[in-house]
């Protein structure tokens, strides 16, 4: 079983920060390994949206769809994965915070094969890679890199 937990204070508004990361469409902007992120699913995000992600990681390319569980605006959600390399579920909640918002990402999941065998090596790439992308997405939110760049 992998779990990792990462925070980051975003020096923005709680509603800003949750519609940006609420947003599939925001991902590849904030994570580097996203290679397509899009809601697959009919009307507004909350429970039941569903959403596709393709990721490279270690050098391949993974498809996961993932289902929203809970929805609560601004304050965060949930989310488990429909289909995919790997079975994982996760939250994400947003906190009011010194002006600003404490961003806080909790995920588990479970290896198989090919992953069972690597899962210290995919525990390691995943804290580093997550540890990055929040650097970016609170870089991206309080305005200090252009999206796309």
């Not at 697959?40 to 498809?63: I, K």
């Not at 961003?103 to 790439?125: A, D, I, K, N, Q």
């Amino acid at each position: 079983m992998i779990q990792v937990t990462k925070s980051v204070f975003i020096d923005q508004p709680l509603e800003k920060v949750f519609e940006f990361i609420a947003d599939p469409a925001n991902e590849t902007l904030w994570q580097g390994d996203m290679v397509s992120a899009e809601k697959t699913s009919e009307g507004p995000l909350g429970v039941g949206s569903t959403a596709r992600f393709v990721q490279r990681f270690l050098g391949m390319h993974l498809t996961n769809t993932i289902e929203i569980t809970a929805f609560d605006p601004p304050h965060g959600y949930r989310f488990k994965a429909t289909s995919g390399p790997v079975e994982f579920e996760g939250h994400t909640t947003c906190t009011a915070e010194d002006g600003g918002t404490r961003t806080t990402f909790v995920g588990s999941g479970s290896t198989s094969g090919l992953f069972r065998l690597l899962e210290p090596l995919v525990r390691r790439r995943l804290d580093q890679t997550l540890s990055k992308d929040l650097v970016k997405l609170k870089d991206l939110l309080e305005g200090h890199v252009v999206p796309g760049v």
